[in-house]
């Protein structure tokens, strides 16, 4: 299993996402302002991800700070900077919140308890992806062809993944003979990173333009879309990688189920639709270089908006950890949560 993310005795390491398929190289981060970057650059990404890294980089301050005059605040600061470092996917200041409420005091102890707390999401994420693929492949019936959008595996997560951990399941179970693969413009995280995993693990797949999707609906080729997410709302509204939504619209005409693939972190019940997500705007040179070779004229102007919302009318079921809500997602949702105790 690819390791995205790689714990030592006095660092953490982040495989940088941004030369695969090329190059598989680390970064070491020993201070949380490394961490920041590598989140903020999409060396690390991904929703669960860079909730595991925002962690290990608390970690990696605390231990850098123990014992400096003003550590504790110079603490609190990293922490801000770590939990504000992207504002769509919901995990990151979520886990950082939750921690961070619960710490105790200085020193040591807080040291050995946020290396405890990032092991434990850790584990927590890995084990969370085994239960939503078993949930997911259960509602693809055999040889199905499925579309898929971004990157949702074992670099977006820990493990299997949420929607390429559902298709990683559902193959081995005889579900799937096909794979197509979105190449997801305008960073690729499609055809670098998804094609990437699947070439590793042998399943069917063939790589598209993002544009291919549409046509291919049309000549009866795809039988379910299969997408992430970054931010669930109470509603069922989700934010995912941008193009995601033209995918549920075209799916929703061709008459193809739309199925969203999160852990029960990725829902943010204080959202009653949305519209409310905040979503990240990046910069404009994404768009207009592909691996600093230009694609367009120097100064063009460029709206790049790195997610966009699909409302859940257009969701045919958001498969979480703990089971699939489906039709009511209000309801749904909601109860999912109150099973877990996070109602
Ligand atoms: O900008 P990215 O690459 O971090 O976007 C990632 C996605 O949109 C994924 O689909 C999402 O995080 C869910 S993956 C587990």
Same mark, same amino acid.
């Given at each position: 299993m690819i390791e995205p993310i790689r714990p030592t005795a006095d660092a953490v390491e982040i495989?940088?996402? &941004?030369?695969l398929p090329e190059r598989m190289r680390y970064i070491r981060c020993t201070r949380a302002d490394m961490v920041v970057d590598a989140i903020q650059s999409l060396a690390v990404r991904g929703a669960p991800a860079i909730a595991v890294a925002g962690l290990y980089g608390l970690w990696v301050e605390a231990l850098a700070l123990? %014992?400096? !005059? @003003?550590g504790t605040d110079e603490l609190e600061a990293a922490k801000d900077r770590i939990r504000n470092?992207?504002?769509?996917?919901?995990n990151l200041a979520w886990a950082v919140d939750k921690v961070w409420a619960t710490r105790p005091g200085e020193g040591s102890a807080l040291v050995r308890y946020l290396r405890r707390e990032a092991d434990a999401l850790y584990q927590e994420e890995s084990l969370r992806n085994e239960r939503m693929a078993q949930f997911g492949a259960a509602l693809l019936p055999p040889s199905s062809r499925v579309l898929t959008h971004c990157n949702t595996g074992s670099l977006a997560t820990?493990?299997?993944?949420?929607a390429l951990g559902v298709i990683r399941q559902a193959y081995a179970d005889g579900r799937i003979d096909q794979v197509w693969v979105d190449e997801t413009r305008p960073l690729l995280q499609g055809s670098r990173l998804t094609a990437w995993e699947l070439v590793q693990d042998g399943i069917p797949a063939t790589l598209i333009t993002d544009s291919m999707a549409a046509s291919l609906m049309a000549q009866g080729k795809v039988d379910a879309v299969l997408v992430g997410a970054d931010r669930i709302a109470a509603n069922g509204d989700t934010a995912n990688k941008i193009g995601t939504y033209g995918l549920a619209v075209l799916a929703h005409f061709h008459h193809i189920p739309f199925y969203v693939v999160a852990p029960?972190?990725?829902?943010? &019940? !204080?959202?009653?639709? %949305? @519209?409310a997500i905040p979503i990240e705007e990046r910069a404009a040179h994404e768009v207009r270089e592909i691996r600093g070779q230009?694609?367009?004229? &120097?100064?063009m102007p460029v709206f790049n908006p790195a997610f966009d919302v699909t409302p859940s009318?257009?969701?045919?079921a958001i498969v979480t950890d703990t089971g699939v809500a489906q039709g009511d997602f209000e309801t749904g949702i909601a109860k999912l949560l109150e099973q877990e105790g996070k109602g």
């Amino acid at each position: 299993m690819i390791e995205p993310i790689r714990p030592t005795a006095d660092a953490v390491e982040i495989l940088d996402q &941004r030369a695969l398929p090329e190059r598989m190289r680390y970064i070491r981060c020993t201070r949380a302002d490394m961490v920041v970057d590598a989140i903020q650059s999409l060396a690390v990404r991904g929703a669960p991800a860079i909730a595991v890294a925002g962690l290990y980089g608390l970690w990696v301050e605390a231990l850098a700070l123990a %014992g400096h !005059t @003003n550590g504790t605040d110079e603490l609190e600061a990293a922490k801000d900077r770590i939990r504000n470092a992207r504002p769509t996917a919901v995990n990151l200041a979520w886990a950082v919140d939750k921690v961070w409420a619960t710490r105790p005091g200085e020193g040591s102890a807080l040291v050995r308890y946020l290396r405890r707390e990032a092991d434990a999401l850790y584990q927590e994420e890995s084990l969370r992806n085994e239960r939503m693929a078993q949930f997911g492949a259960a509602l693809l019936p055999p040889s199905s062809r499925v579309l898929t959008h971004c990157n949702t595996g074992s670099l977006a997560t820990i493990g299997l993944g949420t929607a390429l951990g559902v298709i990683r399941q559902a193959y081995a179970d005889g579900r799937i003979d096909q794979v197509w693969v979105d190449e997801t413009r305008p960073l690729l995280q499609g055809s670098r990173l998804t094609a990437w995993e699947l070439v590793q693990d042998g399943i069917p797949a063939t790589l598209i333009t993002d544009s291919m999707a549409a046509s291919l609906m049309a000549q009866g080729k795809v039988d379910a879309v299969l997408v992430g997410a970054d931010r669930i709302a109470a509603n069922g509204d989700t934010a995912n990688k941008i193009g995601t939504y033209g995918l549920a619209v075209l799916a929703h005409f061709h008459h193809i189920p739309f199925y969203v693939v999160a852990p029960l972190s990725t829902i943010d &019940r !204080t959202l009653s639709s %949305g @519209n409310a997500i905040p979503i990240e705007e990046r910069a404009a040179h994404e768009v207009r270089e592909i691996r600093g070779q230009a694609i367009a004229p &120097r100064d063009m102007p460029v709206f790049n908006p790195a997610f966009d919302v699909t409302p859940s009318s257009l969701i045919s079921a958001i498969v979480t950890d703990t089971g699939v809500a489906q039709g009511d997602f209000e309801t749904g949702i909601a109860k999912l949560l109150e099973q877990e105790g996070k109602g």
